[in-house]
């Protein structure tokens, strides 16, 4: 079966995309997106357009994958599912996961990661349910075009994932983890502080939080969260960048 690999690159990262490409079996297509002009999701996009392969496997320039990852990737999807993430590792701590999938409270719009810093044999030996998947996830074509692709005018980076899972949710589809497809991601080691590597993560980072909410609130929720639970991120968001 066809897998197209979707790169979105970025300047610097030569070393590392070398290294993932030799990890990708040859018989994959592969798609590289290395426009400076774009950001995330909107590369995400422009490669999905390219691609001709039943399932997309959109995945960042700073990871490498394990044996057999798109292929259990592969073997896990089932009819009602459209998305599955592939759990990421440190690539400096091969046993401790950076990314396990996410949960969210979609009321308060917080967020917490799963198994995150966790080691790989303390997760789940099968596909568990995530309400979002972040860095190396695959798609189904079929759902993808459904969806539209990611709305990369509200999101051209950060929560691009989470809105594209939600939305899959809405239309009764399901979002899932394998734990038997793992890449290792050059990460710093997450906490619950953000990191606020560039002046333009800080900023689509408080900003894409608020457009979320907007976007999936109907009218009479958005304004509890405007009232009781804005405040609080807008504290908490203030002292991180403080921090």
Known sequence: MKISVIIPTMPGRKKSLDMLLLTIPKEHEIIIVPDEDLLLSQKRNKGARQ???AYLLFIDDDNYLSVNAIENLVSSFRSHVAIIGMVACYDTDENRIADGGSKRHYLSGFMRGLYTNKFTWQIPNKPYEVDEVANAFMVKRTAFL???GFDDKRFPMDLDEADLCIRAKDLGYEVMMC???V????SITYSYIPDFR???NAYFMGRNRVLFQQKHLEPG???IYYIVFMPIF??????????
């Open 234 to 243: 807008v504290i908490s968001y203030c002292l991180c960048l403080i921090y």
């Open 221 to 223: 929720l958005l304004w």
């Open 146 to 148: 459904r969806l539209g």
């Open 198 to 200: 560039r002046p333009m």
């Open 179 to 181: 734990p038997t497809a």
């Open 51 to 53: 691609a001709t392969g």
């Open 183 to 186: 890449c290792y991601h050059n």
